[in-house]
């Protein structure tokens, strides 16, 4: 099993974090950050069907075809664990090293968007005075990888336990 964890781990976080890596390049250097939200989630799905990949696996060529929901669910949460933990190294090397100024080019974008869509001078200033505590957070490693951890865990999570039931089997399949 472990093999299994640590293998499809790896794979969930290279895939994960190697499309986060190329996507915040490309959003940071258009300033377009509108379909970030969208690519980076579709991105963990795909990254997570790894888990399914490996409980399978799992339970048909190493537990005669026979899978508890408990066990299922431990080894999807290890590989949330470990794909979510390449996610988050992957995040806090490329914020610091390349993107230290990405809160302020994210707060500018949803500014103007606020500005076009006409709301009040009051709420865009309201909204800058917590974007920029935010971003004031954000520049603490701590408090970054808390973020981003939180970012993708839950959806891992949700990824594990619909696998973890749609895989059970509490009998060996006839033949």
Known sequence: MKKIVIVNGIVAG???????FIT??????TGDFENGMLVG????LLAFSMI??????YRDKHNGGIISFGKAFKIGILITLIASSIYVA???FEYYVFYPDFGEKYTAQ???KLKAGGASDTEIARQAKEMAGFNEMYKNPFFNALITYTEILPVGLL???L????LKRKVKPAL
């Not at 290279?14 to 986060?20: A, D, E, Q, S, Y």
């Not at 989630?41 to 963990?44: E, G, P, Q, R």
């Open 90 to 92: 992957v995040w806090l």
């Open 14 to 20: 290279l895939i994960v974090g190697t499309i986060m």
């Open 163 to 166: 696998c973890s039931f749609i």
């Open 110 to 112: 949803m500014l103007e």
């Open 159 to 161: 990824v594990t336990i």
């Open 41 to 44: 989630y579709a991105s963990m």
């Open 52 to 57: 399914f990949v490996a409980v399978k696996n």
């Open 24 to 29: 915040v390049g490309i959003y940071h250097k």
